[in-house]
T-cell receptor
Framework: GENVEQHPSTLSVQEGDSAVIKCTYSDSASNYFPWYKQELGKRPQLIIDIRSNVGEKKDQRIAVTLNKTAKHFSLHITETQPEDSAVYFCAASISSVNRDDKIIFGKGTRLHILP | GAGVSQTPSNKVTEKGKYVELRCDPISGHTALYWYRQSLGQGPEFLIYFQGTGAADDSGLPNDRFFAVRPEGSVSTLKIQRTERGDSAVYLC???????????FGPGTRLTVL
C-alpha cells in the first residue's frame, strides 16, 4: 500500500524566513497531494493541495511543488509569521475528480517560528 | 453551515469495555472517513464509506473494530473489548465527492485505562 515519508520531523525558522517541508510517496498511482495544518488540540485543516497534472501551485505565502518522476513533493512557506507555528502533514491519495478516496498521511513536521 | 461534528469529545473507559464513537458529516457529503491519531503521529486511515457501504476497511486493525453508516449520513465507530493501545484521538472526515477535500471533525479523545 501507499507509504508517505515526511521530513524533517521538527523545523525551527526565524520569523520572516522561509520554511520547506519535504515528502516522498511510494505508490506511483497517487494523484492527489493535500497538505494539512494542525494546531495544538485542533482538527487538521487543508491549507493547499496539488494534483498530479501540475508541477507547482501557489497560494499567497504558501506553495507546493510536485515531482512525479521522483515521487517527491514539497511545501514552501515564505515570510513566515508566528501564526504559522503548527504541525504540518503531507498526504497522498488516489482520487479522481468524481471519486474520493482515503488519504495516507506523513508523520508530520512540527514547525516553530522563532521571534 | 455546520461542519463535521463528533461525539463524545472525550471518552474514558476501562480495558475490556465496549465503546461507540459518533460522527455527523457535513450535510450532503457522500464520503465519510475514520482515522486514528496517536500522539505525535499523523492520522492513520481506518475505514471509508461511500454512501452506506464501506468502500475500504483495510485500515481497521483487527476484528474488535467495526463501523456502520446505515442511512448514508451519521456513522458510528464501534470498538469491542477495548485495550490500552486503543487510546488515541479518533478523527472523522467527510468529503463531497466533487473536490477531493476532506473536512475533519474535532475528534474524540479515547482513553482506555
Amino acid at each position: 500500500g501507499e507509504n508517505v515519508e515526511q521530513h524533517p520531523s521538527t523545523l525551527s525558522v526565524q520569523e520572516g524566513d522561509s520554511a520547506v517541508i519535504k515528502c516522498t510517496y511510494s505508490d506511483s498511482a497517487s494523484n492527489y497531494f493535500p497538505w494539512y495544518k494542525q494546531e495544538l488540540g485542533k482538527r487538521p485543516q487543508l491549507i493547499i493541495d496539488i494534483r498530479s497534472n501540475v508541477g507547482e501551485k501557489k497560494d499567497q505565502r504558501i506553495a507546493v511543488t510536485l515531482n512525479k518522476t521522483a515521487k517527491h513533493f514539497s511545501l514552501h512557506i515564505t515570510e513566515t509569521q508566528p501564526e504559522d507555528s503548527a504541525v504540518y502533514f503531507c498526504a497522498a491519495s488516489i482520487s479522481s475528480v468524481n471519486r474520493d478516496d482515503k488519504i495516507i498521511f506523513g508523520k508530520g513536521t512540527r514547525l516553530h517560528i522563532l521571534p | 453551515g455546520a461542519g463535521v461534528s463528533q461525539t463524545p469529545s472525550n471518552k474514558v473507559t476501562e480495558k475490556g469495555k465496549y465503546v461507540e464513537l459518533r460522527c455527523d458529516p457535513i450535510s450532503g457529503h457522500t464520503a465519510l472517513y475514520w482515522y486514528r491519531q496517536s500522539l505525535g503521529q499523523g492520522p492513520e486511515f481506518l475505514i471509508y464509506f461511500q454512501g452506506t457501504g464501506a468502500a475500504d476497511d483495510s485500515g481497521l486493525p483487527n476484528d474488535r473494530f467495526f463501523a456502520v453508516r446505515p442511512e448514508g449520513s451519521v456513522s458510528t465507530l464501534k470498538i469491542q473489548r477495548t485495550e490500552r493501545g486503543d487510546s488515541a484521538v479518533y478523527l472523522c472526515a467527510s468529503s463531497s465527492g466533487q473536490s477531493n477535500e476532506q473536512f475533519f471533525g474535532p475528534g474524540t479523545r479515547l482513553t482506555v485505562l
